[in-house]
Structures are given as C-alpha cells and as structure tokens.
Nanobody, 114 residues
C-alpha cells in the first residue's frame, strides 16, 4: 500500500509560481512512476507530468517549459509551476504507479486569479 498527500496549492496571480509537493509513504520502493494530473469541474482529468524512479521526466505540451517535475530518494515528488495562467487553475492530483497498482492522493487546489 502507498499513501499520497498533496500540498502546496493556493491562490496565485497570473504569471506567478507555485511548487506542489506529493508526499509518499508506505511501500514507497514499490513505486516505479509518479504522475501529476489536474482536473477542473466538468472536465476529464488531464495528465500534466510524469517521472520515473530513475528521474526520467516528461511533461504535457500544455505545460512544457513552464512546469518541471522532480523526485527525491523517498519518492516524494514535486511539481514546480512557473508563469501560471488562468487555464492552469485546477485541482492537482498525484498518482503512484507500481507493477500492479495505481494510487491517488486527494489533490490540492490551485487558483489563478488577479
């Protein structure tokens, strides 16, 4: 079992930055890949970025160049978000992929408004 807790969301002005954290606990060394997703009401959950346990990272085209994902040795995962715009406002979720399971956190809310 893996437990995930997201934090770091909040209110930011357009053009601002935030750093989200996904704290992993439990059977952390079973985790192969960590992902960040986001969702706004009425829309499907959108994949944002992923990183493997070896540090291989990939970001969605919509955030490439503005967002960066990183991971530490205990599988805590971070999403650095720069130059935020109103389209980035959403609830952000992390998930952990093991060989046979996918775990989700409860999300952290990002609001972008002037």
């Amino acid at each position: 079992q893996v437990q995930l807790v997201e934090s770091g969301g909040g209110l930011v002005q357009p053009g601002g930055s935030l750093k989200l954290t996904c704290a992993a606990s439990g059977d952390i060394f079973s985790i192969n890949t960590m992902n960040w997703y986001r969702q706004t009401p009425g829309k499907e959950r959108e994949w944002v970025a992923r990183i493997s346990k070896f540090g291989r990272a990939e970001e969605a085209d919509s955030v490439k160049g503005r967002f960066g994902i990183s991971i530490d040795s205990t599988r805590n995962t971070f999403l650095r978000m720069n130059n935020l715009n109103v389209e980035d406002a959403a609830r952000y979720y992390c998930n952990a992929e093991t060989s046979d399971m996918i775990y989700w956190g409860n999300g952290t809310l990002v609001t972008v408004s002037s």
